[in-house]
């Protein structure tokens, strides 16, 4: 089984709809990013948890809320989808900061708002 | 925002040849990593290499080697014998209090 597991892989949703993008984790960490790709643009911070009950705005977090369920769980919603939000969009996990891990990633969702 | 930079969005590179992608980065943080991830079309994000800050030696992982220049916040990542399998969108990111990444350089191995 993966670390990080993200599903749906591939959504297709139309303009105006509410969609949820769920994300756990077997790796044990705290952390956890939500982060888009776009092409030229790399991988962009959404939000990111530090724990169940911290949870920050990242550098594009307009248009996106998150849910921290559990130490294993990190869900992205989007509450009403517009085509700009279409992108591939990944989960990531870490460790602490001196526990030298890198961020565990998931196989990234593709959404496409029609 | 502290940021990681990557200027080359695109590389070519001869299969057999080497070649250096560069990244620079600004943090105010004493205590960091830095990564390289490769991307292949499958989409999966794949760590290739890892540098602590605090360490002054290069890391090295078979034909990928990089060039940490902590004084001037640079960390470029060397392929050497460049193979078709390398062919990828390369990020590069700084682990502190968060994971930041580069916007990456796409490279292209020619047979």
């Known amino acids: 089984d993966a670390d990080v597991t993200q599903t749906p892989r591939n959504r297709i949703t139309k303009t105006g709809k509410r969609i949820m993008l769920e994300c756990s984790q077997t790796k044990g960490h705290d952390r956890m990013y939500w982060y888009r790709q776009d092409p030229g643009l790399g991988l962009r911070l959404i939000y990111y948890s530090f724990d169940v009950k911290d949870i920050n705005k990242g550098e594009i977090s307009d248009g996106y809320s998150v849910s921290r369920q559990a130490q294993a769980k990190f869900s992205l919603s989007l509450e009403s989808a517009i085509p700009n939000q279409t992108a591939l969009y990944f989960c990531?996990?870490?460790?602490?900061?001196?526990?030298?891990?890198?961020?565990?990633f998931g196989q990234g969702t593709r959404l496409t708002v029609v | 925002a502290q940021t990681v930079t990557q200027s080359q969005p695109e590389m070519s590179v001869q299969e057999a040849e080497t070649v250096t992608l560069s990244c620079t980065y600004d943090t105010s943080e004493s205590d960091y990593y830095l990564f390289w991830y490769k991307q292949p079309p499958s989409r999966q994000m794949i760590l290739v290499i890892r540098q602590e800050a605090y360490k002054q030696q290069n890391a090295t992982e078979n034909r990928f080697s990089v060039n940490f220049q902590k004084a001037a916040k640079s960390f470029s990542l060397k392929i050497s014998d460049s193979q078709l399998g390398d062919a990828a969108m390369y990020f590069c990111a700084r682990v502190d209090q968060k994971v930041t990444f580069g916007i990456g350089t796409k490279l292209q191995v020619i047979p």
């Open positions: 990531a996990t870490s460790g602490l900061p001196g526990q030298n891990t890198e961020a565990f």
